[in-house]
């Protein structure tokens, strides 16, 4: 069973940045992806970067390619999402979530609100 805490939420300026954090434990994650969701009110959640444990690899949605970024601390099992030029429609509550590599998201975390004003 694995447990994550997702922290660093918060509100800021439209154009100003946030860096989220998620401590994962419970499990060895090598063989397994990191992801970060978001969930807006009255939208459904969707999908917005995603880090392979065990090489790096990345991936992003188009609506946040140049502006967030992805990364991982293995010594800390820590996955991290530094958001930069934040825009109001970035409102959202932040989900981490992980599941072995190519199954999907078996575990989430509890979320974090992330409010950007205009």
């Known amino acids: 069973q694995a447990q994550l805490v997702e922290s660093g939420g918060g509100l800021v300026q439209a154009g100003g940045s946030l860096r989220l954090s998620c401590v994962a434990s419970?499990?060895?994650?090598?063989?397994?992806?990191m992801g970060w969701f978001r969930q807006a009110p009255g939208k459904e959640r969707e999908f917005v970067a995603s880090i392979r444990w065990i090489d790096g690899s990345t991936t992003y949605a188009n609506s946040v390619k140049g502006r967030f970024t992805i990364s991982r601390e293995t010594a800390k099992n820590t996955v991290y999402l530094q958001m930069n030029s934040l825009k109001p429609q970035d409102t959202a509550v932040y989900y981490c979530a992980t599941g072995p590599t190519g199954y999907g998201y078996t575990y989430w975390g509890q979320g974090t609100q992330v409010t950007v004003s205009s």
């Open positions: 419970g499990r060895t994650f090598s063989r397994y992806t």
